[in-house]
């Protein structure tokens, strides 16, 4: 039984402290711009809701929220998937530690190299650039290429982190819950269905969690590899907002900042209390 | 599936990570533009020492390393307390407290970027390593109380119990006790914290404007008309050995699983 003190409260302060600065001030300040129409920050005027209303009305943001939706539900498609059969396939290897150091690699990498980093790879003078302009490959004028080119990337980027920890849930799933499957006869289906998926379910939880946001806000990487093109296919969410900071329209930016953050937090509360209820 | 089947998946998912990797560090080694007598397509160490040739570059070396390291013992020093109070004690308010530690790490920086410049700026912690290490903790902080309280709850209860029944004080028992026995865990924190604080742009671009720029902003800025890809993909590869030493240091503990309280 876990005792209920209060004065646990003072071993957060120093967390909270920091919170305080960088999160919570900064949000409420945004909050605060949100509501107003600013021409600089010692003028502005109380406009109340009129951003939102412009915002929700406005086709450009539905056609953006679809797109990163559509991004969003792709990654999460390929990489979750991929990431658990690679995980399950390293536990069959004789040393899975040197796997999961090189997929551990593409996340060392500066995010605003990596585009650069696949578009010379893919150019005129790249290893596979000569190959796939011959096969057809024309990533700044056909939209499918281009978010082809940004799946791909983003994949080759995040799927160590999916396999590192779908890796850590299977490697605590003692043997004896193999053997007793292998004396029932368990299909291999019914293995992964009924041991191996609820042991790293926790791990899932997180990697779904932090690949939905990470993917649903894709900025740097998108931005770099054709600025939202080819004719706006892959102008998501963010790539909106950064035109509207660009052009210092901060009331704007600030109104869809807001927005954005109401639709992670309410998919991520949404994702907690489904989990919750599975875990009494 | 088959031994041969396992074999050409694992080659494949290789060659997949290896090729971008590969492709930088082939460029990095040659001459991008004709300069120094040298041909275009030429093998050359001059990138190399072209980064030691500029003095912004080698500061943003400093930089990136002070602001990384400074975030991490920021992280460290205030999650080990907040881990070991989520972990021991249940208190008013402690579920709502760990799901606004989970909103946060889930806000998109760009949500956040235009306040934390002015307010950054109000504070004179603009163009220093020191605010890019205070504003990542944004994200890092929530991690290492999630990684730190995974491994505080696999330690049981009657280790603290003993140590205080030796009167020992509770910060005696954090050096003494508590830190060596969850290595690992600290670790592990600091390796999520570091690659998520070294890899970050949009907070390092809106803070770096005109100085204190890290490897990152550095290596932006080299993008011209007439770009050196050479040199850039040099940088690139310096930017890549720290995360490398990081994995390799941590390689046995890497899939070591933690789990999100909320």
């Given at each position: 039984?876990?005792?209920?003190?209060?004065?646990?409260?003072?071993l957060?302060?120093?967390?909270?402290?920091?919170?305080?600065?960088?999160?919570v001030?900064?949000?409420l300040?945004?909050?605060?711009?949100?509501?107003?129409?600013?021409?600089?920050?010692?003028?502005?005027?109380?406009?109340?809701?009129?951003?939102?209303?412009?915002?929700?009305?406005?086709?450009?943001?539905?056609?953006?929220?679809?797109?990163?939706?559509?991004?969003?539900?792709?990654?999460?498609?390929?990489?979750?998937?991929?990431?658990?059969?690679v995980?399950?396939?390293?536990?069959?290897?004789?040393?899975?530690?040197?796997?999961?150091?090189a997929?551990?690699?593409?996340?060392?990498?500066?995010?605003?190299?990596?585009?650069?980093?696949?578009?010379?790879?893919?150019?005129?003078?790249?290893?596979?650039?000569?190959?796939l302009?011959?096969?057809?490959?024309?990533?700044?004028?056909?939209?499918?290429?281009?978010?082809?080119?940004?799946?791909?990337?983003?994949?080759?980027?995040?799927?160590?982190?999916?396999?590192?920890?779908?890796y850590?849930?299977l490697?605590?799933i003692?043997?004896?819950y193999?053997?007793?499957?292998?004396?029932?006869?368990?299909?291999?289906?019914?293995?992964?269905?009924?041991?191996?998926?609820?042991?790293?379910?926790?791990?899932?939880?997180?990697?779904?969690?932090?690949?939905f946001?990470?993917s649903?806000?894709?900025?740097?990487?998108?931005?770099?590899?054709?600025?939202?093109?080819?004719?706006?296919?892959?102008?998501?969410?963010?790539?909106?907002?950064?035109?509207?900071?660009?052009?210092?329209?901060?009331?704007?930016?600030?109104?869809?900042?807001?927005?954005?953050?109401?639709?992670?937090?309410?998919?991520?509360?949404?994702?907690?209390?489904?989990?919750?209820?599975?875990?009494? | 599936?088959?031994?041969?089947?396992?074999?050409?998946?694992?080659?494949?998912?290789?060659?997949f990570?290896?090729?971008?990797?590969?492709?930088?560090?082939?460029?990095?080694?040659?001459?991008?533009?004709?300069?120094?007598?040298?041909?275009?397509?030429?093998?050359?160490?001059?990138?190399y020492?072209?980064?030691?040739?500029?003095?912004?570059?080698?500061?943003?070396?400093?930089?990136?390393?002070?602001?990384?390291?400074?975030?991490?013992?920021?992280?460290?020093?205030?999650?080990?307390?907040?881990?070991?109070?989520?972990?021991?004690?249940?208190?008013?308010?402690?579920?709502?407290?760990?799901?606004?530690?989970?909103?946060?790490?889930?806000?998109?920086?760009?949500?956040?970027?235009?306040?934390?410049?002015?307010?950054?700026?109000?504070?004179?912690?603009?163009?220093?390593?020191?605010?890019?290490?205070?504003?990542?903790?944004?994200?890092?902080l929530?991690?290492?109380?999630?990684?730190?309280?995974?491994?505080?709850?696999?330690?049981?209860?009657?280790?603290?119990?003993?140590?205080?029944?030796?009167?020992?004080?509770?910060?005696?028992?954090?050096?003494?006790?508590?830190?060596?026995a969850?290595?690992?865990?600290?670790g592990?924190?600091?390796?999520?914290?570091?690659?998520?604080?070294?890899?970050?742009?949009?907070?390092?671009?809106?803070?770096?404007?005109?100085?204190?720029?890290?490897?990152?902003?550095?290596?932006?800025?080299?993008?011209?008309?007439?770009?050196?890809?050479?040199?850039?993909?040099?940088?690139?590869?310096?930017?890549?050995?720290?995360?490398?030493?990081?994995i390799?240091?941590?390689?046995?503990?890497?899939?070591?699983?933690?789990?999100?309280?909320?």
């Amino acid at each position: 039984m876990t005792p209920h003190s209060n004065r646990a409260w003072l071993l957060l302060l120093p967390a909270i402290a920091i919170m305080g600065l960088v999160a919570v001030i900064p949000l409420l300040t945004v909050l605060n711009y949100s509501f107003h129409d600013i021409f600089t920050l010692e003028s502005r005027y109380w406009i109340g809701l009129e951003w939102y209303g412009e915002i929700i009305t406005s086709q450009r943001f539905w056609a953006s929220l679809a797109r990163s939706a559509l991004f969003s539900a792709v990654v999460l498609t390929i990489q979750v998937p991929l990431g658990i059969a690679v995980a399950l396939l390293l536990r069959s290897t004789r040393h899975p530690t040197l796997y999961l150091m090189a997929l551990a690699l593409p996340l060392v990498v500066p995010w605003n190299m990596i585009p650069g980093m696949w578009l010379t790879l893919v150019g005129p003078q790249g290893l596979v650039g000569p190959s796939l302009i011959a096969a057809g490959f024309d990533y700044k004028f056909t939209a499918l290429h281009t978010w082809a080119l940004i799946v791909t990337m983003d994949t080759w980027h995040w799927l160590g982190l999916v396999v590192i920890l779908s890796y850590a849930g299977l490697s605590a799933i003692p043997r004896p819950y193999y053997q007793a499957a292998e004396i029932d006869g368990a299909s291999r289906a019914a293995i992964f269905r009924h041991i191996e998926l609820p042991k790293i379910a926790g791990a899932l939880a997180i990697v779904l969690l932090l690949r939905f946001v990470d993917s649903f806000m894709i900025y740097t990487e998108a931005f770099r590899i054709n600025a939202g093109g080819p004719q706006g296919a892959t102008t998501f969410l963010s790539l909106d907002l950064g035109e509207d900071i660009n052009a210092y329209s901060y009331g704007s930016a600030a109104a869809r900042a807001m927005t954005y953050f109401l639709i992670v937090i309410t998919v991520v509360w949404a994702f907690v209390q489904v989990t919750r209820r599975r875990t009494p | 599936m088959s031994a041969a089947a396992r074999t050409l998946a694992l080659a494949a998912l290789l060659i997949f990570i290896a090729l971008p990797l590969v492709q930088t560090v082939v460029l990095s080694f040659t001459a991008t533009l004709p300069q120094d007598g040298l041909e275009t397509g030429q093998f050359t160490l001059m990138n190399y020492a072209r980064i030691f040739d500029t003095p912004a570059l080698v500061a943003s070396i400093g930089n990136s390393f002070i602001y990384v390291t400074l975030n991490v013992a920021l992280c460290l020093a205030a999650g080990l307390p907040a881990a070991y109070a989520f972990s021991r004690y249940r208190f008013t308010g402690d579920r709502h407290v760990l799901f606004l530690m989970l909103a946060f790490r889930v806000t998109p920086p760009v949500v956040l970027s235009l306040p934390i410049f002015i307010l950054f700026a109000n504070l004179g912690l603009v163009n220093t390593p020191v605010g890019i290490a205070l504003v990542h903790c944004v994200f890092n902080l929530p991690i290492a109380i999630w990684i730190l309280e995974s491994f505080i709850s696999a330690v049981p209860r009657e280790f603290d119990e003993t140590a205080f029944l030796d009167g020992q004080s509770l910060p005696g028992f954090f050096f003494s006790k508590l830190i060596p026995a969850i290595a690992p865990g600290i670790g592990v924190a600091a390796f999520f914290c570091f690659i998520f604080s070294w890899v970050e742009v949009v907070f390092a671009r809106i803070l770096t404007g005109t100085g204190g720029k890290p490897i990152t902003m550095a290596i932006n800025a080299l993008f011209s008309f007439r770009t050196d890809i050479g040199l850039v993909m040099a940088m690139t590869v310096f930017s890549l050995l720290p995360g490398v030493l990081m994995i390799v240091f941590v390689r046995r503990h890497i899939a070591r699983g933690f789990v999100i309280r909320t």
